[in-house]
């Protein structure tokens, strides 16, 4: 059955998946989101018999409906090859307490890398398809992670530009350097002085600013957004979840059917949010466990029912996940407000507005899939010195967030189903913070240093992504402020 894809905020007009994911956002600022979540055709045995690039052609191939198969198979093609550093794509390493699923072999060695290497094909079909012959213009803002993951996927990519927005003093020293290294004609990269809530809004104005619009679509360009509000970079999200639980099953770790427990480390509530997709195509999870650092927005909202970010920003040793406004909750929101869009419309203005808004009784009943805490600094620091002292495996900042907050909920519920903790990053992409957490106390060794202990210390060789940085020469220091932003946007499209 055909998928179509309307807007949480919308008149109700639909439109193809394609279109979808060239827009990015829909004009009235709503999220598009699909008018229902298709259901598995395969048995979960019989997808236990592909690699992880027939496992995303069965998921895509059902939300994606207006692709053909070639032409999907051809994205899928491109996007998950030698890129990556591992022929399986995404690992599951084993340890005593849960899963952790690898989603960091990829050329930026982040989880976005997932989404990211294949929504720049996605989105140069879907112009085809639609007779689009303007250059798309991709405006990206970025807590860290999206930034280089998209750069890497759009440059040079024929048709395309892309702009990425990064708040100058809220990002890992190894993810500025990797940004402002970036190659390509078609790109550019800016650090704003503010943090990630005020880039993204930044962002997001210029996508319903109309002057802006029409001024571009004279001189032959349109804009689309790589952000995980894409519903190009949503559905490849789901493919993961489905692999790893019929990989377990292959292997004979769970039984068919078997329920499993997700945990996700989580920031814009992307990641998490095509999870809960996972769920309703069929695929047997229990808790989906959201865990936050301290910037606990979301904990708050599901034990108090009100999302409120009028609060302190905290920056953390997990910055992806440092973000008060998650975007992707608005899904979430629609769908249990019972896809009713003027209430939907209302609470985010509420949003907008004052910063907070309530939802009802019976939307928080249907929660219940949700289990939310967060982690400290210091239990996360805690949390990758435990697994290390008692593994020897190395985990990130982020993921270290996941496998506290999971930890927290078993002892809180006694819930011992295996569970799948989505680990987001390479401990390499934050040396330092890993290296800190593991010796107990501040280093003083430049961050190269940290990176080749970090190396001996876990057994793992440095990754490529990090070792061409090592001497690769900076090549954008564009700074604005972010009122500047319109204008840094028409120079880059002047020349
Ligand atoms: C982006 C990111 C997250 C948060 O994912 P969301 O989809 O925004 O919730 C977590 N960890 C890492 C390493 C990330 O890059």
Known sequence: ME???GSTRGNGRKVKASQAILKGLSEDGGLYVPDHIPVLDKSLKELSELDYRGTVYEIMKLFLTDFTEDELRSCIERAYDSKFDTEEIVPLAQTAGAYYLELFHGPTIAFKDMALSILPHLMTVSAKKNGVDNEIVILTATSGDTGKAALAGFAGVEGTR???????????????????????????????HGNFDDAQTGVKKLFSDR???????????????????NIGRLVPQICYYVYAYTRLLGEGRIAEGEIVNVAV???????????????NMGLPIGKLICASNENKVLYDFFRTGTYDRNREFVLTASPSMDILISSNLERLI???????????????????????????????????????????????AAEIRRLYEECGYVIDTHTAVASAVYRKYREETGDGRQTIIASTASPFK??????????????????????????????????????????????????????????????????
């Open 265 to 279: 480390p989580t920031g814009n509530f992307g990641n998490i949010l095509a999870a809960y997709y996972a769920k």
């Open 211 to 229: 002057e802006l619009a029409e001024e571009m679509e004279k001189k032959g360009y349109q804009f689309s957004s790589a952000n995980s509000i």
């Open 334 to 380: 629609y769908r249990i407000g019972g896809e009713d869009a003027d209430r939907n419309r209302q609470l985010m203005a509420a949003l907008g507005n004052q910063g907070k808004y309530e939802i009802t009784e019976e939307m928080r009943a249907s929660l219940e899939d949700f289990y939310g805490n967060y982690a400290t600094e210091s239990q996360t």
């Open 162 to 192: 892309i702009i990425v927005f990064y708040p100058k003093n809220g990002v890992s020293p190894v993810q500025e350097k990797q940004m402002v290294t970036q190659k390509g004609s078609n790109t550019l990269v800016v650090g704003i």
């Open 430 to 495: 934050f040396a330092r913070s890993v290296m800190n957490a593991i010796g107990g106390k501040e280093d003083a060794r430049g961050d190269f240093e940290l990176i080749d202990e970090l190396s001996a210390l876990a057994g793992v060789e440095i990754p490529g992504a990090v070792e061409e940085i090592r001497t690769a020469p900076v090549l954008h220091d564009r700074q604005c402020r972010v009122e500047e932003m319109k204008d840094v946007v028409r120079e880059f499209l002047q020349g």
């Open 3 to 5: 998928v179509y894809y």
